[in-house]
């Protein structure tokens, strides 16, 4: 049986919508971690459910930077660099698969990658 979240990506590829066709859920208040450490993303790979504050914590020695793969406006950052100690947010709202990398330490294949995976609610 087919999740919330691939029944909404089979809806999106059989119908050609986009993400902004989507339902946007609201805040919950649920806050999840990454930490940016030297290098690396902990977790890579951190799912969550549509509403959640993602905050991204550098707890490294480095400045790190947030990319997402695809460059969508709808969730960019400015390419602010954030400073050890200090952190970025952002709260999503749509179910998806959302790709990132540090571009300061390389690209979405090597270096710091990371995915964040948005569920529907249940």
Do not use: K
Not at 17 to 39: R, S, Y
């Amino acid at each position: 049986m087919l999740g919330v979240a691939a029944l909404l990506s089979a809806v999106v590829v059989v119908f050609g919508l986009t993400e902004e066709d989507l339902p946007l859920f609201a805040a919950n208040g649920e806050t999840a971690l990454v930490q940016a450490i030297d290098n690396a993303f902990a977790p890579v790979e951190q799912t969550i459910v549509a509403g959640t504050e993602m905050v991204w914590l550098n707890r490294g020695r480095n400045d790190h930077n947030i990319v997402p793969e695809d460059r969508d406006p709808t969730w960019l950052f400015e390419d602010d660099v954030f400073a050890p100690g200090d952190e970025v947010s952002y709260v999503f709202q749509t179910p998806g698969t959302y790709r990132y990398y540090c571009s300061i330490h390389g690209n979405l294949t090597t270096g710091m990658p990371g995915v964040v995976v948005v569920t529907a609610p249940s």
